[in-house]
Nanobody, 123 residues
């Protein structure tokens, strides 16, 4: 079983930055972690992913250049750094544990999810 706990969300002014954290327990059988977000009234959206081994990262085109995903294997924690925040980044951000061999961008590839952390960007 994998348990995920996100933190770091909050209310930020446009142009600011946030770093979200996701602490994972029981990760020994997960090969990667992903970040997703869901804005009000919209479908869940893939943000990016990072592999535990090697730290390879993958990003949605819509966030490249402003979002940075990293991991700390010793702490079993992954991070999502968001810079130059925009009001349209307002969403609940979720981390998820990737287990299967499917695409990193598919939510169905992640059987374990955190509870989410709210990010609100004011203009």
């Amino acid at each position: 079983q994998v348990q995920l706990v996100e933190s770091g969300g909050g209310l930020v002014q446009a142009g600011g930055s946030l770093r979200l954290s996701c602490a994972a327990s029981g990760r020994t059988f997960t090969s990667a972690m992903g970040w997703f977000r869901q804005a009000p009234g919209k479908e869940r959206e893939f943000v990016g992913a990072v592999t535990w081994l090697g730290g390879s990262t993958f990003y949605a085109d819509s966030v490249k250049g402003r979002f940075t995903i990293s991991r700390d294997n010793a702490k079993n924690t992954v991070y999502l750094q968001i810079d130059s925040l925009k009001p349209e980044d307002t969403a609940v951000y979720y981390c998820a544990a990737y287990v299967s061999g499917g695409s990193y961008s598919y939510g169905s590839s992640y059987p374990y999810w955190g509870q989410g952390t709210q990010v609100t960007v004011s203009s």
